[in-house]
C-alpha cells in the first residue's frame, strides 16, 4: 500500500513539474498549431539534421506510417523539407527549413531563459539533487523501454 501511495505521488508530482515547467513549448504548440510529437521531430532533426524517416519512427518509437504522417504535417507548416540523398536518390532525408530553424531557436532561447530562473530560485543543492534524480529517470525509462516492458 504505502508503494502505491509513493507512485501516486510520483505521477502527480511528474505531471505537475511537466505542465508548469515547460510553458515555453506548451506556447509553441499552440500558437503554431503543433503537436508535442511534431515539434520532438523538429528538435531531433536540429540536432541531427538528414535523418531519413524510419530513423526517426526509430528514435521516437512510433511506426513508420506514424512518422510519415508527422513530417507531412510539418511540411504543410512550412518547417521541414524532404530533399533526396546526395549518394543514393532512394533515401530521402529530412532537414528544417528557414522557418522551422527559427522556430526550434525561439523556442530554446525562450526555454532557456525560463528553466534559468527556475534553477536560480531553486539554488544549487536543489538543482543538483534534481540532475541526479532526472538521469536516473531517463535511465530507468530506457530500460524499460529497451526492454520492451512497455508498449504504447
Keep these: 500500500m504505502a508503494e502505491r501511495h509513493r507512485s501516486e505521488r510520483a505521477i502527480r ?3 505537475r513539474a511537466l505542465n508548469i515547467a515547460d510553458p515555453i ?3 509553441f504548440w499552440d500558437s503554431r498549431d503543433l503537436t508535442m510529437p511534431q515539434l520532438r521531430v523538429m528538435f531531433l532533426v536540429h540536432e541531427q539534421a538528414g535523418l531519413t524517416a524510419g530513423t526517426l519512427a526509430a528514435i521516437m518509437r512510433v511506426r513508420p506510417a506514424t512518422m510519415t504522417g508527422l513530417m507531412d504535417r510539418l511540411i504543410k507548416h512550412g518547417l521541414i523539407k524532404r530533399q533526396a540523398d546526395a549518394t543514393d536518390r532512394r533515401v530521402t532525408r529530412v532537414f528544417l527549413t528557414v522557418e ?3 522556430v526550434v531557436k525561439a523556442i530554446e532561447t525562450a526555454s532557456r531563459a525560463y528553466l534559468e530562473t527556475i534553477f536560480d530560485r531553486m539554488g544549487e543543492e536543489s ?8 538521469r536516473d529517470f531517463a535511465r530507468t525509462a530506457e530500460s524499460v523501454q529497451d526492454a ?3 508498449q504504447p
Excluded at 538543482?127 to 532526472?134: H, M, P
Design 13 to 15: 508530482a511528474y505531471v
Design 148 to 150: 520492451g516492458e512497455f
Design 127 to 134: 538543482v543538483e539533487r534534481l540532475i541526479e534524480a532526472l
Design 100 to 102: 522551422g530553424h527559427s
Design 25 to 27: 513549448r506548451l506556447h
